[in-house]
Structure formats: structure tokens, C-alpha cells
């Protein structure tokens, strides 16, 4: 097999996903397939990069412009093969407000929302929910542009951080225990916790050193485990999203889940939740990558 490695962009994920592409490269080598990586500016120029002699894109993108669609789509009008989920699924489940949508029509839990359309520099829009709830972007990644509201006064920090957007979730917040699922094919990783050193885990929390932790298989019992799990692999199918994924979920003090979001390429570097939750199930990082690699070809077959 012969792997475009396509990483880099033009997301505010940009390193982000530099970091996930020297993982991966790091696998391909172990897994002695030959490859190009390439570090672009522009998520669409991948087309440029493409020869006939490479058999797929393995996307190490993360963001808006690598997950939103629009380079699947472009990827796909080429015929160029991709890992991953394909245009409509990463559509569908980079909205919020969409990917919610199905999660309620299909029964899986998630909070009470609102998307509310946004002017930048002008105060923001007034929600019918009431305080604390949770303000982001329908359409980042990463717990970008996340505020969290308790009270009135955090509205002043949450025009400033979640004000730079224009479509906006307000979202009831739900307090409790932070997890998430990783699900590859037919595979659901172990459930890894998040113990994150903000009250949400957000962008800080996620990428400074040592600000947070994680337990993986987390401590739950087995049938709440597998209601999770099993939620886990709904909201994919909700989204139709094909090939691997990472779904995140709060769990309140009752132990109800409550599905928050899918990641359709979410990190991949080697200590990142998909594969931690990998390695807890048995598989190396380089095995991983190449089950996603062989599931993604199998689309195309």
C-alpha cells in the first residue's frame, strides 16, 4: 500500500493535527508501507498532491476545513480514496445543531439547545434557557470558542471568547462526569475518563501538559459501560458516520449519559483519547492506523 499522509491546513487546529501527522508517520514506518507526508496550508491541495501510483489519503486534518466536509467532497469529486467518514456524515456531524438533531430523533440523550445566529461585535443573542449553560460554535472543533455560564457575570468573558463566531449552541450545561467512546468499524474502544483541570475540557485542557488526566477503562460498572458503548455506536449510525470515530458524552450524578458530539478525525497522536481507548481494547497505534487505513479501502472496493 502506498499512503498519502495530508496534514496541517488552515484550522485554528493546525498544530493540532502537525502532531497527529508525526504520529502517524511514525506508524506507516513501522508498518513498512511507503508514503508521502505533506504539510499543507490549504486543506483542498491535496488534489495537488495526488499521483496515481498512492492508494489513499490517510486525512490527518483536524478542524473545520479537514472535517466539515467540504475536503471530502472535493477528495471525492477527484476520485482520490480517503480514510474516514465521508462528505454527508462529516457534514453531519461536524454541526452541532444537525448531529444533535439526529441524536434526538433517534433517541440518543443530549442536552436541551439553541442555535442562535450571531453578529460579531454586538452583545450576544438572548437564549430561552436558563442559566448554567454552555456557549460554542456550532461549527469548530477542538472546544474552540467554548464558554461555560454560571451566572450573569460570565456572559462579559463568553461575548469575548464565544462572540468571535456566528453560529452559536447555547446549550444546558450538565454537570457530572466527562467520557468518551472511540468505535472502529464494528470494534467500541473501552470508555476513557477525562479528569480535565478546567470545569469542561476545553482547549487549554486539552492540549497544555499535565492539565488533565485520564483513566481508561474508566471507572464505571459493566451495564452502564455497555449502555454507553452501545449509545456510543447509535449516535455513528445516527450520523452515518462510516469507518471510526470518537463520540464524546457528560454523565450527571444520576449516571445518565448525555451524548455532547462525534469527532469524525479527532487527534491521533499516541497518548490522544481514540488512541488510549485503541490500546486499552489491544491495539497497538500502529495497528490502529492501518485498521483504519484497510476499513477506509474497503469503501472503495
Known amino acids: 500500500m502506498k499512503v498519502l499522509l495530508a496534514g496541517g491546513g488552515s484550522s ?37 498532491e495526488w499521483e496515481d501510483s498512492f492508494d489513499i489519503v490517510l486525512l490527518g486534518f483536524h478542524g473545520r ?54 453578529e460579531r461585535g454586538r452583545d ?30 460570565d456572559l462579559v468573558e463568553a461575548r469575548q471568547v464565544s462572540g468571535a463566531f456566528t453560529r452559536l449552541i447555547f446549550e444546558r450545561f450538565i454537570p457530572g462526569r466527562e467520557l468518551t467512546v472511540g468505535v472502529l468499524g464494528d470494534q467500541v474502544f473501552p470508555i476513557v475518563e477525562i479528569f480535565p483541570g478546567h470545569e469542561l475540557y476545553d482547549y487549554e485542557s486539552k492540549y497544555t501538559k499535565g492539565m488533565s488526566n485520564y483513566k481508561c477503562p474508566a471507572d464505571l460498572d459493566d451495564a452502564l459501560t455497555q449502555s454507553i458503548q452501545a449509545l456510543a455506536v447509535k449516535a455513528m449510525s445516527s450520523a452515518g458516520v462510516q469507518v471510526y ?10 449516571n445518565k449519559p448525555w451524548c455532547l458530539e462525534i469527532n469524525t478525525l479527532p487527534g491521533m497522536t499516541e497518548t490522544s483519547l481514540l488512541p488510549m481507548g485503541a490500546a486499552a481494547y489491544g491495539l497497538s497505534f500502529p495497528q490502529l492506523i492501518d485498521q483504519i487505513l484497510k476499513l477506509s479501502l ?4
Not at 20 to 43: C, F, H, I, P, W
Not at 84 to 95: M, P, Y
Open 12 to 48: 485554528h487546529e493546525r498544530e493540532v493535527s502537525l502532531n497527529s501527522t508525526v504520529a502517524m508517520e511514525r506508524a506507516l514506518q513501522e508498518l513498512g508501507y511507503s508514503y508521502k507526508r505533506v504539510n499543507l496550508g490549504n486543506e483542498l491541495d491535496v488534489t495537488h
Open 65 to 118: 476545513a479537514g472535517e466539515d466536509g467540504l475536503l471530502q467532497a472535493t477528495l471525492e469529486a477527484n476520485n482520490i480514496p480517503f480514510t474516514g467518514a465521508g462528505v454527508a456524515d462529516s457534514l453531519l456531524a461536524f454541526s452541532k445543531d444537525a448531529s444533535k438533531r439526529q441524536f434526538k430523533k433517534c433517541g440518543i440523550p443530549t442536552a436541551e439547545w439553541e442555535l442562535l445566529l450571531h
Open 124 to 153: 450576544l443573542p438572548e437564549t430561552q434557557l436558563q442559566l448554567p449553560y454552555v456557549i460554542k460554535p456550532d461549527n469548530e472543533g477542538s472546544t474552540i470558542g467554548l464558554s461555560v455560564c454560571e451566572k450573569p457575570e
Open 245 to 254: 470515530g470518537r463520540v464524546d458524552f457528560r454523565l450527571d450524578p444520576e
Open 298 to 301: 474497503k469503501k472503495y472496493s
